[in-house]
């Protein structure tokens, strides 16, 4: 059976199934669980509890119903072991009844009502009777539900109508098992718009029978970073596509789950593994390779009619392949250098009386629209479309900020919200030292959870045309599906949540996601921790001890430690302010609700040597141009060490050091790929003079251009991770040291990992 997985539900549930019903039972207390929480929810007196005789009812000839009767069976035989039977008829006592209704009002709204007499779920079509069942699933799997499901009486429907999540598959590749199993998520979430973004600059993803080069060529690119861990071999391209039949099964898959896949194919730029695989369709007049740079290519697609037939045809098989109303087409990001030079584009321009390339883009995504309009579809892109004329049809996803959803939705336009950085998963969720690689201007649940789709400055006759929102997973930093589902779980809730209900309250929010998270375990899903996580800081202290502090992000639960080596526990000293611990130590932590843990346990070991070490993830950059969290392409020990570094910058600060004397300093340093595509960012990369061609490590005291304490020659670690000493002056008191490369990075770049003073 597929993973319908979820289902396998919370831990502890199956023990219920032989106690007896409480048909009688007061309004039970306990808060439900629910994600994304309903509209209305009212508590009714007592409780039902299922058993193996428990029937599953539906009219006679209601197929809807009976569809969704089905699902809902194989959720409940994963959670308690039994399978329901189906039964068609009047609903007896003591069944969970699935009925169609024309009274119900509303698309995709249910009614649920819970009892010592059953369970009553009612839509006026199959997708709110879905709705309806995942809700009653919610409450089922709820370890405190033990007792049966608490009387309830529901009327719910959605705040927007599009609930979306953007995965790349360009940048790195999933399976159709992966895609699978995040569509039975996104279900159980109630997200209804899986947005699959399969063409870029680093791989075209899916099969186009008329252009076979478009994957024979396009969907492969030479391994670069984390590509080699995946490809085992440097010289071994990394490649991915999806044939049609794949693409139609998840389309297909997503379909029984009542979520729309809304395909993507990019254009007029983000195109070069296209252009790589027909070169005739550039716009520069150069052969190119697939892209192994991250960021913005400047590949375009020429502007002449054969051009257009090509992107015709790859939208007549796309549009036989996904049946949605919206087909997407990026036309963000799309640089215009080989437009201005080509003077076949220039005359085309000419010709139509267009002064400026971005009106230019603006004609051909128009001209895209009106295909597509020709075939009952409606083109979506992001905001640079409205750069120039689009269609007035045309729907905005407004990415850069929420400036481009007001423009467009003032002008009439429908929006979807998806800006950056706020809605991109790819933004890591703390600053926590054992998160993955990624971009670390953190996104974190409640920075998801705060966000309103509706910006206050769009006018109040015009926010009809919010569609809603969705978070983007692009993948670049997501090489594998561990990394990814780190990446989406829990923020997906929050957007879920904001998505759905009309009323929202984070505190209300963290009391239900323990239980979401243990949803998530029994589903196979590992979800970040990181909401809950200890973060332990540590300083030096009076005479041979360190000042301890601990933290978490959200504030959720109490944070319990020993400083023993051993788990912490909920019976363990719980913190109340920072404390001193001699030398040496291992302080362990977590956050605990009850008797429960809400994260998985940290640790830190604390000696006078720790005190003096500082990660790179403890420095600061000296900017924030831009700021990733790298892996290094050697793995030490088993794993890949991670690095903090501005690629625009390669400089970093340790402030507040308490010098007083004499000091060695042993610097970690590591040569990584500078694959990126910074186009008119470009010059903006700092170039410090080096005395040689490895360059050097500079250490200056105060600023990076105070005084220079010590030159470490680069040359010492050839072209790897090594540990170079050096020595520091005799200074006192307390000092910023100021860490620079000297020389210019590219094709590599030197980066920095710890640094130890002695």
Same mark, same amino acid.
Not at 236 to 262: M, N
């Given at each position: 059976?597929?993973?319908?997985?979820?289902?396998?539900? +919370? /831990?502890? $549930?199956? *023990?219920?199934?032989? =106690?007896? %019903?409480?048909? #009688?039972?007061? @309004?039970?207390?306990?808060?439900?669980?629910?994600?994304?929480?309903?509209?209305?929810?009212?508590?009714?007196?007592?409780?039902?509890?299922?058993?193996?005789?428990?029937?599953?009812?539906?009219?006679?000839?209601?197929?809807?119903?009976?569809?969704? +009767? /089905?699902? $809902?069976? *194989?959720?409940?035989? =994963?959670? %308690?072991?039994? #399978?329901?039977? @189906?039964?068609?008829?009047?609903?007896?006592?003591?069944?969970?009844?699935?009925?169609?209704?024309?009274?119900?009002?509303?698309?995709?709204?249910?009614?649920?009502?819970?009892?010592?007499?059953?369970?009553?779920?009612?839509?006026?079509?199959?997708?709110?009777?879905?709705?309806? *069942?995942?809700?009653?699933?919610?409450?089922?799997?709820?370890?405190?539900?033990?007792?049966?499901?608490?009387?309830?009486?529901?009327?719910?429907?959605?705040?927007?109508?599009?609930?979306?999540?953007?995965?790349?598959?360009?940048?790195?590749?999933?399976?159709?098992?992966?895609?699978?199993?995040?569509?039975?998520?996104?279900?159980?979430?109630?997200?209804?718009?899986?947005?699959?973004?399969?063409?870029?600059?680093?791989?075209?993803?899916?099969?186009?029978?008329?252009?076979?080069?478009?994957?024979?060529?396009?969907?492969?690119?030479?391994?670069?970073?984390?590509?080699?861990?995946?490809?085992?071999?440097?010289?071994?391209?990394?490649?991915?596509?999806?044939?049609?039949?794949?693409?139609?099964?998840?389309?297909?898959?997503?379909?029984?789950?009542?979520?729309?896949?809304?395909?993507?194919?990019?254009?007029?730029?983000?195109?070069?593994?296209?252009?790589?695989?027909?070169?005739?369709?550039?716009?520069?007049?150069?052969?190119?390779?697939?892209?192994?740079?991250?960021?913005?290519?400047?590949?375009?697609?020429?502007?002449?009619?054969?051009?257009?037939?090509?992107?015709?045809?790859?939208?007549?098989?796309?549009?036989?392949?996904?049946?949605?109303?919206?087909?997407?087409?990026?036309?963000?990001?799309?640089?215009?250098?080989?437009?201005?030079?080509?003077?076949?584009?220039?005359?085309?321009?000419?010709?139509?009386?267009?002064?400026?390339?971005?009106?230019?883009?603006?004609?051909?995504?128009?001209?895209?629209?009106?295909?597509?309009?020709?075939?009952?579809?409606?083109?979506?892109?992001?905001?640079?479309?409205?750069?120039?004329?689009?269609?007035?049809?045309?729907?905005?996803?407004?990415?850069?900020?929420?400036?481009?959803?007001?423009?467009?939705?003032?002008?009439?336009?429908?929006?979807?919200?998806?800006?950056?950085?706020?809605?991109?998963?790819?933004?890591?969720?703390?600053?926590?030292?054992?998160?993955?690689?990624?971009?670390?201007?953190?996104?974190?649940?409640?920075?998801?959870?705060?966000?309103?789709?509706?910006?206050?400055?769009?006018?109040?006759?015009?926010?009809?045309?919010?569609?809603?929102?969705?978070?983007?997973?692009?993948?670049?930093?997501?090489?594998?599906?561990?990394?990814?589902?780190?990446?989406?779980?829990?923020?997906?809730?929050?957007?879920?949540?904001?998505?759905?209900?009309?009323?929202?309250?984070?505190?209300?929010?963290?009391?239900?996601?323990?239980?979401?998270?243990?949803?998530?375990?029994?589903?196979?899903?590992?979800?970040?921790?990181?909401?809950?996580?200890?973060?332990?800081?540590?300083?030096?202290?009076?005479?041979?001890?360190?000042?301890?502090?601990?933290?978490?992000?959200?504030?959720?639960?109490?944070?319990?430690?020993?400083?023993?080596?051993?788990?912490?526990?909920?019976?363990?000293?719980?913190?109340?302010?920072?404390?001193?611990?001699?030398?040496?130590?291992?302080?362990?932590?977590?956050?605990?609700?009850?008797?429960?843990?809400?994260?998985?346990?940290?640790?830190?070991?604390?000696?006078?040597?720790?005190?003096?070490?500082?990660?790179?993830?403890?420095?600061?950059?000296?900017?924030?141009?831009?700021?990733?969290?790298?892996?290094?392409?050697?793995?030490?020990?088993?794993?890949?060490?991670?690095?903090?570094?501005?690629?625009?910058?390669?400089?970093?600060?340790?402030?507040?050091?308490?010098?007083?004397?004499?000091?060695?300093?042993?610097?970690?340093?590591?040569?990584?790929?500078?694959?990126?595509?910074?186009?008119?960012?470009?010059?903006?990369?700092?170039?410090?003079?080096?005395?040689?061609?490895?360059?050097?490590?500079?250490?200056?005291?105060?600023?990076?251009?105070?005084?220079?304490?010590?030159?470490?020659?680069?040359?010492?670690?050839?072209?790897?991770?090594?540990?170079?000493?050096?020595?520091?002056?005799?200074?006192?008191?307390?000092?910023?040291?100021?860490?620079?490369?000297?020389?210019?990075?590219?094709?590599?770049?030197?980066?920095?990992?710890?640094?130890?003073?002695?």
């Amino acid at each position: 059976m597929r993973r319908l997985l979820l289902l396998a539900m +919370a /831990a502890g $549930l199956a *023990a219920c199934a032989s =106690q007896p %019903r409480h048909d #009688a039972a007061p @309004i039970d207390p306990t808060p439900l669980s629910l994600i994304p929480m309903p509209a209305q929810v009212q508590r009714t007196p007592g409780q039902f509890r299922i058993d193996a005789l428990t029937k599953i009812s539906v009219a006679p000839g209601d197929t809807q119903a009976r569809r969704v +009767a /089905a699902q $809902l069976q *194989a959720w409940i035989r =994963q959670a %308690r072991g039994f #399978a329901p039977e @189906i039964m068609e008829g009047k609903p007896g006592a003591g069944s969970i009844a699935l009925a169609t209704k024309a009274d119900i009002k509303g698309r995709e709204a249910y009614t649920l009502d819970i009892g010592g007499d059953g369970v009553h779920i009612a839509a006026n079509d199959e997708t709110g009777l879905f709705y309806g *069942a995942v809700t009653y699933w919610q409450l089922l799997t709820d370890p405190n539900a033990r007792n049966g499901v608490p009387g309830v009486h529901i009327v719910d429907a959605p705040r927007f109508e599009w609930r979306g999540l953007m995965l790349d598959s360009s940048r790195h590749f999933q399976s159709v098992s992966e895609i699978e199993h995040l569509l039975d998520q996104m279900a159980m979430h109630k997200l209804n718009t899986f947005h699959w973004h399969l063409t870029d600059d680093q791989g075209w993803r899916l099969q186009i029978d008329k252009y076979p080069k478009l994957t024979e060529t396009g969907a492969c690119r030479k391994a670069v970073g984390p590509d080699v861990a995946l490809t085992g071999d440097a010289d071994k391209p990394y490649c991915g596509f999806y044939t049609q039949e794949e693409a139609k099964q998840v389309v297909a898959y997503a379909a029984e789950r009542h979520i729309t896949v809304v395909p993507e194919i990019e254009m007029p730029g983000h195109a070069q593994a296209a252009v790589a695989s027909y070169p005739k369709l550039g716009a520069g007049g150069k052969k190119l390779l697939v892209s192994s740079d991250w960021g913005v290519n400047t590949a375009l697609y020429n502007v002449d009619d054969g051009t257009f037939a090509f992107l015709q045809d790859v939208l007549d098989e796309v549009m036989a392949i996904f049946p949605s109303t919206y087909i997407h087409v990026g036309g963000d990001e799309a640089a215009k250098d080989e437009w201005e030079r080509s003077k076949t584009v220039q005359a085309k321009m000419k010709s139509l009386g267009i002064d400026d390339e971005e009106k230019m883009q603006g004609w051909f995504i128009a001209r895209i629209g009106d295909y597509l309009e020709q075939h009952g579809r409606r083109l979506i892109g992001w905001d640079e479309i409205l750069d120039g004329e689009v269609p007035a049809s045309a729907t905005v996803m407004s990415w850069r900020g929420t400036e481009g959803a007001i423009k467009a939705a003032n002008a009439g336009h429908d929006v979807v919200l998806a800006p950056s950085p706020t809605l991109y998963l790819d933004r890591l969720q703390s600053t926590l030292p054992d998160e993955p690689p990624g971009r670390p201007s953190a996104q974190t649940l409640k920075t998801i959870y705060d966000f309103d789709p509706v910006p206050a400055a769009i006018a109040p006759d015009k926010a009809k045309h919010v569609l809603g929102a969705e978070v983007t997973v692009f993948a670049e930093y997501l090489p594998n599906w561990y990394r990814t589902q780190h990446a989406i779980f829990p923020r997906m809730a929050a957007l879920a949540e904001r998505t759905w209900s009309p009323k929202t309250d984070w505190n209300d929010f963290m009391t239900r996601l323990p239980v979401q998270m243990s949803r998530y375990r029994a589903a196979g899903i590992v979800p970040s921790d990181a909401a809950f996580a200890v973060a332990i800081a540590a300083e030096p202290a009076a005479g041979d001890k360190a000042k301890v502090t601990l933290s978490n992000q959200t504030g959720h639960g109490t944070l319990r430690y020993t400083t023993d080596g051993s788990a912490p526990t909920p019976q363990s000293a719980a913190y109340s302010g920072p404390f001193d611990v001699a030398l040496p130590t291992t302080v362990r932590a977590n956050a605990f609700d009850g008797g429960f843990g809400l994260a998985g346990p940290r640790d830190r070991e604390i000696d006078a040597k720790s005190l003096l070490r500082r990660s790179s993830d403890e420095l600061d950059t000296c900017s924030d141009k831009l700021v990733l969290r790298l892996e290094s392409p050697d793995a030490v020990n088993g794993e890949r060490p991670v690095y903090k570094v501005d690629i625009m910058d390669t400089c970093w600060m340790w402030k507040g050091v308490k010098l007083d004397g004499r000091y060695g300093v042993a610097v970690t340093v590591d040569r990584l790929p500078y694959n990126y595509a910074l186009w008119k960012d470009a010059k903006g990369v700092v170039s410090r003079k080096a005395r040689s061609a490895a360059g050097e490590l500079e250490v200056h005291q105060d600023t990076c251009d105070g005084p220079k304490l010590a030159t470490i020659p680069l040359a010492k670690a050839k072209d790897g991770r090594a540990t170079l000493d050096g020595i520091l002056p005799k200074r006192e008191g307390t000092h910023d040291l100021c860490f620079v490369i000297t020389g210019k990075p590219g094709p590599k770049m030197w980066v920095l990992g710890d640094v130890q003073l002695r």
